[in-house]
T-cell receptor, first 115, second 111 residues
């Protein structure tokens, strides 16, 4: 059983650029959630994908978008990067579309720095 | 919006002592979960307690839930250096499927 993996590990971008982060969910899991974690803060929910459809979204602007593929891996895209987008981006997979009923398995995260 | 708030924000104790951290939340919940995070990496699920449960154990962990006070506590007994991490409580938003994390308690175990 493989765990959740994310790529890349670290990324440096400049303001205005676009970035794509990738996540491979744990085997057998059909739900992926993305979180943004600023330094010293708890993770903030961005959105969730369940069976290739967006299934819930937090308070993030439309320039944050995502995809889920038939193998349940997922991408997070952020357009027009801003300095405040600098954070650790975490993805988590679970076997249910209701993560509060079950544990989520987190990847190691992608550290994004926007200059 | 922040649903869960952990207390204290930071805690330093000697190895072997017990560590207690608390979580308070604002609205009614279905479940409450505790997660651990080492050095800004991925989170690890520790324990889930349902709203109709009052106490749950897992190894050296003991979690209590008081829905009347909208609070939970996580007790780590006989702490070890490897317990040094940030601990987060996470609750569901009650009206949707997302879960909401608090800001966490940073636990440091002194040798």
């Amino acid at each position: 059983e493989t765990g959740v993996t994310q790529s890349p590990t670290h990324l440096i971008k400049t303001r205005g650029q676009q970035v794509t982060l990738r996540c491979s969910s744990q085997s057998g899991h059909n739900t992926v959630s993305w979180y943004q974690q600023a330094l010293g803060q708890g993770p903030q929910f961005i959105f969730q994908y369940y069976r290739e459809e967006e299934n819930g979204r937090g308070n993030f602007p439309p320039r944050f978008s995502g995809l889920q593929f038939p193998n349940y891996s997922s991408e997070l895209n952020v357009n027009a990067l801003e300095l405040d987008d600098s954070a650790l981006y975490l993805c988590a997979s679970s076997s249910t579309s209701r993560p509060y009923y079950n544990e989520q398995f987190f990847g190691p995260g992608t550290r994004l720095t926007v200059l | 919006s922040q649903q869960g708030e952990e207390d204290p924000q930071a805690l330093s104790i000697q190895e072997g002592e017990n560590a207690t951290m608390n979580c308070s939340y604002k609205t009614s919940i279905n479940n409450l979960q505790w997660y651990r995070q080492n050095s800004g990496r991925g989170l690890v699920h520790l324990i889930l307690i349902r709203s109709n449960e009052r106490e749950k154990h897992s190894g050296r962990l003991r979690v209590t839930l008081d829905t009347s006070k909208k609070s939970s506590s996580l007790l780590i007994t006989a702490s070890r250096a490897a317990d040094t991490a940030s601990y987060f409580c996470a609750t569901d938003g009650n009206r949707d499927d997302k879960i909401i994390f608090g800001k966490g308690t940073r636990l440091h175990i002194l040798p």
